[in-house]
């Protein structure tokens, strides 16, 4: 039986992968068949308010796939690694010293930076709409 999402699931997974695209996003497909495959994101497609990413399985295989039929394999805040928080805290303080003097933050570098690192900053995996990557031993090299 597919999973069906609520427009809040649905709006937050586009917003979340689609930020992540360009930097490649490690999921989890389940096919029709309740068989489960790893693989990367590489494009979404929509047509009619669906939305069908593009996936490559860890055999090289091609496959579009719908939204409910896929989850991202992130990490979460509370489970970073030391050398993951201590990249994200100077991340966070180069922030800090670009803005212009106010104490505020860009935090457009800041996003760029969890998305590029697959660190889940929208509590997905606490929605059950992500997998915690560190439970399924899935690597994020860390990308400045």
Avoid: W
């Avoid at 709409?129 to 031993?137: E, K, T, V």
Wanted: charged letters at 25%; glycine letters at 6%.
């Amino acid at each position: 039986m597919e999973e069906k999402l609520s427009e809040r699931e649905i709006n937050l997974l586009v917003t979340d992968l689609c930020g992540r695209l360009p930097h490649g996003v490690a999921v989890q497909i389940t096919f029709k068949d309740g068989r489960k495959a790893d693989g990367m994101v590489y494009a979404v497609e929509t047509a009619t308010d669906v939305y069908a990413f593009c996936c490559k399985d860890i055999d090289g295989d091609l496959h579009y796939v719908p939204l409910a039929q896929m989850k991202p394999y992130l990490i979460p805040l509370n489970e970073l690694s030391d050398e993951q928080s201590k990249a994200l805290q100077d991340t966070k303080l180069k922030c800090e010293l670009l803005s212009t003097g106010f104490p505020t933050f860009n935090y457009s570098h800041l996003f760029d930076f969890m998305d590029r690192n697959g660190i889940d900053y929208r509590n997905l995996i606490d929605d059950g709409l992500a997998l915690n990557a560190n439970d399924y031993g899935i690597i994020y090299e860390l990308r400045q």
